[in-house]
């Protein structure tokens, strides 16, 4: 079992309506610009926390905490990640998965097993604009297969893009809700520097202009059930 990163014991924000305790799995796929935990990405970032640790806090913290955010990096570049899961499961916590989507396979069995409540899947720009975030056109296709995978699926979940100026343009954004027409809820998540952004001389310190995340949102209202602004 490899070593977590780093937990954060409570969150209210990371898993809606559930108050969570937030793991944070090493290694990532992909290199964002924007990425808030930018050593997560980095070569081998080293884990800072063992299984038992964890689970030992959960164990303290069981009429508190209800649920667990699984975050990242990438958590489905985890080998055990069913295996870890599955324990969650088995102490009766909900479990929230947060992923790019370029491993749909992985996606798939964790559906099919119940592991995973509710799915938070990052779309950062339309297909054809991934090559400023990976290279690999199959983890491109990936994603394609997981919106489909997600929207077909009983479990709870949501699309989210974190909108960066330089990235996104408005027309950018109406592509991807094209893209997702029919899903029932769409995140935009307005950039706002931290330290750990992955690449600060891109992304700068300027947060994202909250009049453009609205303009953007009455663009794409019709496409989705639910369109919400995270600034």
């Not at 055990?80 to 324990?87: C, I, M, T, V, W």
Request: with cysteine; aromatic share 10%.
């Amino acid at each position: 079992m490899p070593l977590i990163y780093d937990f954060m014991p409570v969150s209210l924000s990371d898993y809606p309506g559930v108050v969570a305790c937030t793991v944070f799995l090493p290694g990532c796929n992909f290199r964002c610009p924007y990425c808030h935990n930018g050593p997560l990405v980095t070569q081998s970032p080293e884990g800072k926390v063992t299984e038992g640790i964890l689970f030992e806090y959960l164990e303290k913290r069981k009429n508190l905490v209800d649920g667990v955010c699984i975050t990242g990096g990438e958590p489905t570049l985890w080998g055990d990640l069913g295996d870890f899961l599955e324990k969650l499961k088995k102490r009766g916590l909900k479990v929230k998965l947060d992923t790019n989507g370029s491993r749909p396979e992985v996606i798939k069995e964790l559906l099919h097993k119940g592991l995973i409540d509710y799915v938070a899947v990052d779309i950062k720009v339309p297909p054809e604009g991934y090559n400023l975030f990976t290279k690999q056109k199959e983890y491109v296709e990936g994603i394609i297969k997981t919106v489909e995978l997600i929207k077909a699926s009983s479990v709870d979940y949501e699309f989210r893009t974190t909108v960066h100026e330089k990235i996104l343009s408005l027309e950018d954004i109406k592509a991807i809700a094209r893209w997702l027409s029919g899903a029932k809820k769409y995140v935009l998540q307005g950039y706002r520097y931290s330290e750990g952004v992955l690449d600060p001389e891109f992304c700068g310190g300027k947060p994202c202009d909250v009049a453009f995340l609205e303009k953007a949102k009455e663009e794409i209202l019709n496409h989705f059930g639910e369109v919400i602004i995270r600034s």
